[in-house]
């Protein structure tokens, strides 16, 4: 009986990743206009901040690619979901106790380097309120991050309902188009992931 390689775990450790740095950006600007006020709006689409444009523009790119690949590998609604909950394990804490405070000080370390890298505007205006601001707002951006990871595997489950993937079966070698009603037991498609009985050609020779 030949031995198959089943399918490597999802890993959303490049996508907490991007989340992060997604996160980092909106703290740094934050900082800016809690420190500057109005007069950081001069600076919010100068050339100074397209660096901060081509790094968002990445991470969306990442963002859309990792999970794309992860709704990708799903046969099923279900299968949809329980590959989601796995990859929650690769994050910090799994996703749980600390991850909040863990994602608030990568954001705010992150924001606050990019503020500083820059030349610091912000010396000429109130650098406390700058920093606080992005303390804070590197909170709240954490426990968005956190609400979007905890609905990520229904979320997983919705997008394959109403939009079926085409999955590939490193069993049998084959597409399988999953349909939202489709019964695995009426599939003309016999492979061990399906838990079905073989084809009745198969059964009867």
Not at 5 to 32: F, Q
Request: net charge positive; hydrophobic share 45%; with cysteine.
């Amino acid at each position: 009986m030949p031995i198959h390689r089943s399918r490597p775990y999802p890993d959303l450790r490049r996508t907490y990743l991007a989340l992060v740095i997604m996160g980092s950006i909106g703290a740094h600007l934050v900082s800016e206009f809690a420190g500057m006020g109005i007069a950081a709006g001069r600076i919010t689409l100068s050339p100074l901040h397209y660096y901060l444009g081509a790094a968002l523009l990445i991470a969306l790119l990442v963002l859309t690619n990792d999970l794309s690949a992860l709704l990708s590998n799903a046969s099923s609604r279900r299968d949809a979901k329980r590959l989601a909950e796995i990859g929650l394990m690769s994050l910090p804490f799994a996703g749980k106790r600390g991850f909040i405070t863990t994602t608030a000080c990568l954001q705010f370390a992150l924001g606050w380097t990019t503020v500083v890298a820059e030349g610091s505007p912000l010396l000429g205006h109130d650098v406390g309120a700058g920093a606080i601001g992005a303390i804070i707002s590197a909170f709240i951006l954490s426990l968005v991050i956190r609400a979007i990871t905890r609905r990520l595997p229904s979320i997983a489950q919705a997008v394959v309902e109403y939009y079926p993937v085409t999955a590939q079966d490193p069993q049998c070698g084959a597409f399988v188009e999953q349909q939202p009603a489709c019964d695995a037991r009426a599939t003309d498609v016999w492979c061990s992931r399906l838990f079905n009985r073989p084809p009745p050609s198969l059964q009867s020779a």
